[in-house]
């Protein structure tokens, strides 16, 4: 139970690659809900989960016009969002 707390607890790892303004990298090491302790096995590939972050942060950066500064922001926003649709769907 402990570890469970502490794997539930831990804020995802961002590292941003040093890249030109127009582009910038995002690598996100989350505590991944598909991967949690807890759970006997992968409730979806990461590599799917990966994709769909990266289209749900793609469209609320397009929704703001691409204006930037606020790429983390919505890499993380995006997670929290497809992590949900996930649990629910599949929770």
Do not use: C
């Amino acid at each position: 139970m402990r570890n469970q707390s502490a794997a539930l607890s831990r804020a995802p790892e961002v590292q941003v690659a040093a890249a030109p303004a127009a582009t910038i990298s995002l690598q996100v090491k989350p505590a991944s809900v598909a991967a949690l302790p807890f759970r006997r096995r992968e409730i979806i590939p990461e590599g799917l989960r990966q994709e769909m972050i990266r289209k749900a942060a793609y469209l609320r950066a397009q929704s703001r016009g691409f204006a930037p500064g606020h790429e983390v922001e919505d890499w993380l926003e995006a997670e929290q969002e497809i992590n949900e649709v996930i649990i629910r769907r599949y929770g």
